[in-house]
């Protein structure tokens, strides 16, 4: 049964799209802020030292971090990091008129650490606040208008208000911050909550990355069909850190040494213009067949921009330049995070996106780090050539895997009518089937196999596709199921041993859902975790009766 939009629900969205344009704009505002204090305070060395306590520290313990997003209201967390920023803001604007440099640092250092769960948590979120597919496509590319905007805002605040002095910048900094946790006070996540932990029957040892709290999300970053998207979103992350070096280089030595800031504030300013483009003709788009192939033509984008800045380096194709990389930025923003989004699992959403974004931030400052030898060893030109034409050629060798994604998401649009024939998925919107089954796996099952065992370790749901199995407990044939029936959810949603053995009559076509993304949708949502308790209950009551006769 889909579940229809409801005034509540976008209510909840547009707090969230109030949220994450304050995030952007204050996060831009906040970075030219502490830079310029620290270049007239300190000096030209400090606003390197400001830029890694601004950066470093939540990148390194984001992915640790990430668990609270997972095992907590999401929105809470998003609106206690807004409102903690107001404190941070408050103590900037002491600290950047008195104190020493190192207490400067101090505040940037926990700012970095809160900061860190800030896109984590609106990455998580906003897959609970739409309904369908195509209405997560339409939220991202709000998303992505509303970073360009905020990226084209936000600096230009800063500048403004830097002008009556840094104290009374940081003070409306602090007031936004205040304004935007208030909203994100107001976001309900509707029958959503943090899933419980699965319950182990059988401890291990020495478990695998994959079981590990912290190592979620790397492991469904690293996944096979993850995989693609992340290596080239942290390529591009890559670019983006270049073309901080590469536009500063190029603003000075195509306008001369005078009004170069000027020039890169320009420059940069025109990318959220050309980011608000791209997620308007994003939005009319329809999520279809080819979502992923036109995700690769929003990095070809950033390419595209890099060879063009190389053949004519001047400033008229520079800002041509900058608008189609802020094109193909809104085509990847939409695109590229709504693939993930698909495939990224409910429960360990908060984890992985932490994970994405610490190392996207370690990817900029990698790029940054590499833009100086390759203007030693290239010049502007080549540099350009080289890391346009570079990532260029990486995106053409993975549209073929990309191209695999959107197969991949035609299968999961076919299964989602089977999933939600299954008792516990039956009230499931959606988008969370949608994400369901882009997580299941086909398995087939020869004629006489055991499905499952009685007295094992639940591990999946299964749904049969094709087929008929044979259930049976204490070696007695109890139930026949065939072609919609599923089969296992007593082993998971009460953390016991498989309570009947499963067999296989025929060849049987099945599709199965692995045991702690079943708990994450199911027992995460109330009402399907209502729903499947009561199930589990009737079929558990059955058992006992059935064994009372038996008995007798």
């Known amino acids: 049964m889909a579940v229809a939009p409801s005034r509540g629900h976008n209510r909840d969205l547009t707090a969230l799209q109030v949220t994450w344009f304050c995030w952007m704009a204050t996060e831009w505002a906040v970075l030219v802020a502490v830079s310029v204090v ?15 306590f601004r950066v470093l520290p939540g990148a390194l313990l984001g992915p640790v971090e990430g668990m609270l997003v997972d095992r907590l209201p999401r929105a809470r967390v998003l609106a206690g990091v807004l409102l903690s920023w107001v404190g941070i803001a408050l103590a900037l604007a002491v600290a950047s008129t008195r104190g020493p440099l190192w207490l400067f640092l101090l505040v940037l250092l926990v700012g970095s650490l809160t900061a860190a769960l800030a896109k984590p948590c609106v990455r998580a979120l906003l897959p609970q606040l739409v309904h369908t597919p195509q209405e997560l496509v339409r939220a991202n590319a709000t998303y992505g208008a509303l970073e360009g905007l905020g990226t084209v805002l936000g600096p230009v605040l800063s500048g403004a208000l830097l002008a009556a002095g840094p ?8 007031a936004v911050y205040a304004v935007s946790g208030l909203a994100a006070l107001l976001i309900r996540t509707p029958n959503v909550s943090p899933p419980p932990r699965r319950r182990t029957l059988r401890p291990t040892l020495g478990r695998t990355l994959a079981r590990r709290e912290t190592g979620r999300g790397v492991a469904t970053l690293l996944a096979p069909d993850a995989r693609d998207v992340f290596v080239l979103i ?12 590469f536009v500063v280089v190029l603003a000075a030595e195509a306008g001369g040494s005078s009004g170069t800031d000027g020039r890169v504030a320009a420059l940069f300013a025109v990318v959220g213009v050309g980011g608000v483009l791209g997620s308007v003709l994003a939005s009319r788009l329809r999520l279809g067949q080819h979502s992923a192939v036109l995700f690769a033509v929003g990095m070809g984008l950033w390419s595209l921009g890099f060879l063009l800045m190389a053949a004519w ?10 608008v189609l990389i802020g094109l193909g930025n809104a085509l990847e923003d939409v695109y590229g995070l709504t693939v993930l989004d698909r495939l990224v699992p409910e429960h ?12 996207a931030a370690g990817t900029v400052a990698l790029g940054s780090v590499l833009a100086d030898p390759l203007l030693d060893l290239l010049g502007l030109s080549g540099a350009l050539l080289l ?9 053409l060798f993975r549209v073929r895997r990309l191209r695999r994604l959107d197969r991949l998401a035609q299968v999961a649009r076919e299964a989602i009518p089977l999933l939600r024939g299954a008792p516990p998925f039956a009230v499931l919107s959606e988008i969370v089937l949608d994400r369901l089954a882009h997580g299941a796996r086909e398995r087939r099952v020869g ?9 094992e370790i639940g591990s999946e749901y299964a749904v049969i596709r094709d087929g008929t199995v044979v259930v049976s407990r204490r070696g007695s044939e109890v139930a026949v199921l065939g072609p919609g029936d599923g089969f296992g959810e007593i082993a998971l949603v009460d953390a016991v041993p498989r309570t009947a053995t499963v067999t296989a009559r025929g060849t049987v076509d099945l599709v199965c859902v692995d045991a702690d993304t079943f708990v994450g949708a199911v027992c995460g949502h109330l009402d399907a975790g209502g729903v499947a308790r009561r199930h589990v209950d009737e079929l558990r009551t059955r058992d006992r009766l059935r064994d009372a006769d038996d008995g007798s």
């Open 313 to 322: 380096p001047s400033l008229a194709v520079a800002a041509l330049s900058m």
């Open 387 to 395: 890391s346009g034409g570079g990532y260029a050629l990486v995106v």
């Open 38 to 52: 620290a270049l007239d305070r300190w000096g030209v060395a400090a606003v390197g030292l400001v830029g890694a």
């Open 447 to 455: 004629d006489g196999q055991a499905v499952v065992c009685e007295g």
């Open 167 to 174: 104290r009374s910048a940081f003070l409306v900094i602090a």
């Open 234 to 245: 942290m390529g591009q992350t890559t670019l983006r850190g270049l073309l901080n070096v």
């Open 348 to 359: 360990v959403a908060g984890r992985t996106y932490a994970v994405f974004w610490s190392c």
